[in-house]
């Protein structure tokens, strides 16, 4: 079992929907939990951390964390071209060294 | 500006060669990460670090060596028997919990 499950996609919405996107942890220990947007060809940058079950906003973005399930997700409220990009989830796990283990992605595409 | 420096941006080997990709970090963070990136594929990990003078293999270790003599830096050397090298190397640092990333090596085997 991997560390860090994503789909891999794509997942195509249209443009004005609601992209949602998911993904689930195996250590129950882990803290932290992060989403990163990767454009093709550039490094990742960070968009949204969320450290406790329940929902966090961000302008168009909200982090969603389920502790229990061991479940975070990612939703971007009116999708937009610019939106299409590959989205990592990353999670830090519990003990002395807190690694960060990453997905492997999801690919977004909005189609206008 | 505090960050993660890459060098080279692009960077060209020919086969047989070792070749060593530079990472350095000034945001004082203890662990620092390699990835690999194929093309349209997701993270893969080389290589983990989390204090000086110890690292960890990562899922796909094999051709590749680092070393981690100061907090700051974290080489990266892609040896001849990496038989498939060309990517898109990407070295991260994080401290506590958030990772941060530079921008990235494209190397290439000609």
């Known amino acids: 079992q991997k560390e860090v499950e994503q789909n891999s996609g794509p997942l195509s919405v249209p443009e004005g929907a609601i992209a949602s996107l998911n993904c689930t942890y195996s250590d129950r220990g882990s803290q932290s939990f992060f989403w990163y947007r990767q454009y093709s060809g550039k490094s990742p940058e960070l968009i949204m951390s969320?450290?406790?079950?329940g929902d966090k906003e961000d302008g168009r973005f909200t982090a969603q964390l389920n502790k229990a399930s061991q479940y975070v997700s990612l939703l971007i409220r009116d999708s937009q071209p610019s939106d299409s990009a590959t989205y990592l989830c990353?999670?830090?796990?519990?003990?002395?060294?807190?690694?960060?283990?990453f997905g492997t992605g999801t690919k977004l595409q909005v189609i206008p | 500006d505090g960050g993660i420096t890459q060098s080279p941006k692009y960077l060209f080997r020919k086969e047989g060669q070792n070749v060593t990709l530079s990472c350095e970090q000034n945001l004082n963070h203890d662990a620092m990460y390699w990835y690999r990136q194929d093309p349209g594929q997701g993270l893969r990990l080389i290589y983990y670090?989390?204090?000086?003078?110890?690292?960890q293999k990562g899922d796909i270790a094999e051709g590749y060596s680092v070393s981690r003599e100061k907090k700051e830096s974290f080489p990266l050397t892609v040896t001849s028997a990496q038989k498939n090298p060309t990517a898109f190397y990407l070295c991260a640092s994080s401290r506590r919990d958030r990772a941060f990333f530079g921008q990235g090596t494209r190397l290439t085997v000609v």
């Open positions: 670090s989390q204090i000086v003078n110890d690292f």
């Open positions: 969320i450290y406790s079950n």
């Open positions: 990353a999670v830090t796990h519990s003990g002395g060294y807190q690694k960060v283990t």
